[in-house]
């Protein structure tokens, strides 16, 4: 299936596209979904992100007064990715 409707390079592209994605003026929720749906398309390959790469990259790319609220509030020492993500969360929705 993949060889017939989909380009050769198909995964670098779309890891590309998860990994470049930016929050811009969307909702952290909906930054998230956004990259979430772009991630579960390599599912099963060795070009998906696992959790601690999608947390990178989520802090990495997130809108910069989040970042600086998520830092203030000291929510960066919180470990677990999902902790993290509920954290996060809660911050953006305030």
Do not use: P, Y
């Amino acid at each position: 299936m993949h060889t017939l409707f989909l380009a050769s390079n198909w995964k670098h592209t779309i890891r590309m596209d998860v990994l470049c994605v930016q929050q811009g003026s969307k909702s952290f929720i909906d930054f998230f979904l956004d990259l979430m749906s772009k991630n579960n398309l390599l599912a099963g390959t060795d070009s998906s992100l696992n959790n601690e790469l999608l947390h990178d990259t989520l802090k990495a790319n997130m809108d910069w007064k989040l970042a600086h609220e998520l830092n203030r509030e000291n929510t960066n020492s919180v470990m677990l990715f999902c902790d993290w993500l509920d954290e996060v969360k809660q911050i953006d929705e305030c």
